[in-house]
């Protein structure tokens, strides 16, 4: 499919699901590299409902021993960021003292994250780290440090591959971009 139409809005193909495994299969190589040895078991934090593709892919490639823990904040509506963060569901397990992976599908305007890890922090996580399927640098308004993310993209309103539009799209296995009409 070279374009598909999610409710009023047509999107079209941009980043095709070969060059998206790519990326992943080199995100993958550098969490190894940090945690193939490591002797605590960490835990990979899977934002719901964006990141189940990339946390599923991901997956399949770690060769270190892992922990799933869940949670899951909203912060769009429609196209955009309201701007304001909610926790739509706690995390699914206790984090205290231990190192804790975020996977995310995508970092825009950073706000995300900076909350995360603010949860994290008070829940008593010893250390965490954020690796993102997506980064867009000219939407981020935060200072954070990404330790791990697989593409960079333009400020485009995306779906696919997780990323939804009115919850529609996330089950999409490229990435399309919104077409503007």
Not at 24 to 39: P, Q, S, T, W
Not at 82 to 98: C, E, F, H, S
């Amino acid at each position: 499919m070279k374009q598909v139409r999610l409710k009023d809005k047509t999107f079209r193909i941009s980043i095709p699901y070969d060059e998206i495994s790519t990326a992943i299969d080199k995100v993958a190589v550098k969490l190894n590299n940090d945690f193939r040895d490591c002797e605590d078991i960490p835990i990979l934090l899977c934002v719901l409902n964006g990141s189940i593709m990339f946390l599923g892919e991901l997956m399949k490639r770690v060769e270190f021993n892992c922990q799933i823990v869940s949670t899951k904040l909203t912060s769009y509506e429609g196209t955009s960021s309201t701007g304001r963060v909610k926790q739509a569901l706690g995390l699914t397990a206790d984090i205290t003292g231990r190192r804790v992976i975020i996977v995310e599908d995508i970092v825009d305007t950073g706000n995300t994250i900076v909350e995360l890890q603010q949860i994290l922090a008070e829940a008593g996580a010893k250390e965490s780290r954020i690796c993102t399927l997506l980064y867009k640098p000219a939407a981020c308004r935060k200072d954070i440090r990404l330790d791990y993310y697989a593409m960079e993209i333009p400020n485009d309103f995306i779906v696919g591959f997780g990323l939804d539009y009115d919850e529609l799209g996330r089950n999409l296995k490229d990435i399309y971009t919104l077409v503007e009409e």
